[in-house]
């Protein structure tokens, strides 16, 4: 196997230089966690460049070396957590179990989620809404990729036919409503209380409120 030449290759005792790449996405990583918390805690509009750096403790040719500027270091971070997010959602939910039980364990994953780290979901759900236009696109594509989870559940619906076609997305939309208003108030840690609550909201529509309330209540 060839070598580095001799003038290429580290001192005795020193450590060869991590490449670019490496070193460029793990300081993206570390900004981009900082940044979350600075945009969860100060809201986007109040938050600047100078907070970010100052928290993630990189200078401004880092942060720019990395990111175009404020709004795209925080659509990144609105990715880093929607995926993460979904990720730990879609791990959850057992692929061959009855529609019901899938829908309801993906609602616990995500109270679960949002009480465990609620400042990345006060900027996913809260935060978001201030962001831009760029920044609600991706918010409304996190939402399409629940819709077909939820349409399933017209298979189970005695009159399909009846239900409004929009139902799907007005749906999700509630549920997101719901969830921002507890982290707005500053109640994440007693977000979880709301799954029966949701169990309700989402099934019902398909099952009907009498067997939507019977599984929310079986937990």
């Known amino acids: ?12 005792g020193e450590r060869a230089p991590l490449p670019r790449e490496v070193r460029l996405a793990h300081q993206r990583r570390s900004i981009l966690d900082s940044s979350i918390e600075v945009f969860a805690k100060r809201g ?14 990189v200078a401004y040719a880092s942060f720019y070396e990395i990111f175009d500027g404020k709004q795209d ?15 730990r ?12 039980e899938q829908v ?3 609602l ?31 918010y409304e594509r996190t939402h399409d990729t629940i819709v077909p989870l939820l349409r399933r559940g017209r298979e189970f619906s005695p009159a399909p036919d009846e239900l409004p076609e929009t139902l799907e997305e007005a749906t999700i939309g509630g549920v997101a409503w719901l969830l921002r208003q507890r982290l707005v108030s500053g109640e994440a840690g007693e977000i ?8 309700e909201i989402v099934l019902g529509p398909y099952l009907g409120e009498d067997e939507a309330a019977r599984i929310a209540a079986a937990g």
């Open 192 to 199: 979880e209380a709301l799954y029966p609550e949701l169990v």
């Open 44 to 57: 986007y509009p109040a938050t600047t460049i100078d907070h970010i750096v100052a928290a993630a403790r």
């Open 1 to 12: 196997m060839a070598s580095l030449p001799e003038h290429l290759m580290p001192a005795a």
């Open 104 to 106: 309801c364990a993906a």
């Open 89 to 100: 959602i879609s791990s959850a939910v057992p692929p061959d179990a009855p529609w019901p």
């Open 108 to 138: 616990r994953a995500a109270l679960e989620a949002i009480a465990a780290e609620p400042l990345a979901a006060r900027v996913a759900l809260v935060e978001v809404q201030t962001g831009g236009p760029e920044a609600l696109a991706g």
């Open 73 to 87: 270091c925080f659509l990144q971070c609105y990715e880093q957590v929607a995926t993460e997010f979904w990720e």
